[in-house]
């Protein structure tokens, strides 16, 4: 019994204890009044005798009667054990993950320089062949970056729509987070596919999105939308799907990924040996993002627009996404309280027997 939290429901039967010492002086009132006299023949007879076991251990039977009496006093105060129990209620938040998979989102030029010098030195064409430099890419770096949000997440449904030339959900609301990172870690194979790769389709991505979280009823809906390129493939436009998504309260959040310009790491090959190398190229403007639109996007949403050109920046967008869209978490505070009385009434029904058992046996009264 944790005595720290024991807790006495009906504290005032404790007062019944002041009739213990009321009760044991009567009881030795009544054993002076009681004591006989034994004569004995001879003084020396009297110095001689032995007072028997009986006589030693007579106080034993109403020691117990007074054990079970404060027992039962016990029980009847209720001893409870108080345990603190939360309650806890949570509202999810459901989230669409849109990502671009389209070729672009293979360029290197979200490399530390650690990164390119350590890829610098590795034979340029085998990585190409085993697709190895995947990881080092736009794509794989959002790739990690979406894995660490999602690991983030509590009691959120989280979905992944993926778009390139057209557009189509990898994975449905979900919590099972293991299987979505399952399937994210596998989008890249999109971005190899050239029936998927070639083209970029922001509005079409973005109402696949959408109606993944028209039927939701949760209290947030949020679309998450990475890309780094323009749309050029789309049935309906971008700035047409955002309105379709202002219409249904739902907030969108655009990340462009990507350098605007400069020069990035990039294959070569020879013309006259065919053999692949590492080179340099510079950004060209078609590949630059189209910011207007994406923010466009954002600001009829009520969300926000990010740009990251490097993966330390895409990590802080991510971040800050994750506090604002917080899963709101109600918790209740209660306490429980376990009886306890039942050791104690047990404990003075057995004094109670044990008390008529020497009664009538080893303690029996003669007349």
């Known amino acids: 019994m944790d005595i720290g939290a024991l807790h006495f429901q009906n504290p005032e039967a404790f007062w019944l204890l002041l009739f213990v010492p009321l009760l044991i002086a009567l009881y030795v009132y009544r054993q ?99 697709g190895e430099y995947w990881k080092y890419s736009r794509l794989g770096y959002a790739q990690d970056v979406i894995a660490e949000f999602i690991g983030k997440r509590h009691s959120d449904r989280i979905g992944l729509s993926a778009f390139g030339a057209r557009s189509f959900t990898q994975c449905p609301l979900t919590m099972d987070y293991g299987s979505l990172l399952e399937i994210l870690k596998a989008s890249d194979d999109l971005a190899r596919d050239t029936l998927v790769n070639n083209r970029t389709a922001i509005g079409d991505g973005l109402m696949n999105a959408l109606a993944r979280l028209k039927m939701s009823d949760a209290k947030s809906r949020v679309v998450i939308l990475l890309t780094d390129g323009r749309d050029n493939a789309s049935v309906v436009p971008p700035v047409r799907a955002a309105e379709v998504a202002k ?40 590949e630059g993002i189209d910011e207007d639109v994406l923010k466009a996007i954002a600001s009829k949403t009520g969300g926000r627009f990010y740009r990251a050109d490097n993966k330390a920046e895409l990590e802080k967008i991510y971040s800050e996404i994750d506090e604002l869209e917080k899963t709101e978490i109600e918790t209740i505070a209660y306490a429980r309280y376990a009886e306890k009385f039942y050791p104690w009434l047990l404990v003075g029904a057995l004094l109670i027997l044990l008390e008529l058992v020497l009664a009538n046996t080893r303690f029996v009264r003669i007349p």
Request: some cysteine.
């Open 32 to 130: 002076q009044r009681r004591k006989s006299t034994i004569k004995f023949p001879a003084l020396a007879l009297a110095k001689k005798a032995v007072p028997s076991r009986r006589v030693k251990f007579r106080h034993i039977v109403p020691a117990l009667r007074l054990a079970a009496l404060i027992c039962f006093v016990v029980a009847l105060a209720r001893p409870q054990n108080a345990m603190e129990v939360e309650y806890t209620s949570t509202d999810g938040v459901d989230i669409m993950l849109a990502l671009d998979v389209s070729g672009s989102m293979g360029t290197l030029d979200m490399l530390t320089r650690t990164e390119q010098a350590k890829l610098g030195v590795m034979n340029a064409e085998r990585i190409l062949k085993k």
């Open 247 to 286: 219409s249904l309260g739902l907030k969108v959040y655009t990340v462009g990924v990507g350098k605007k310009s400069g020069k990035i790491l990039a294959f070569q090959q020879n013309p006259w040996t065919g053999e692949i190398s590492w080179g340099e190229r510079d950004i060209t403007p078609e």
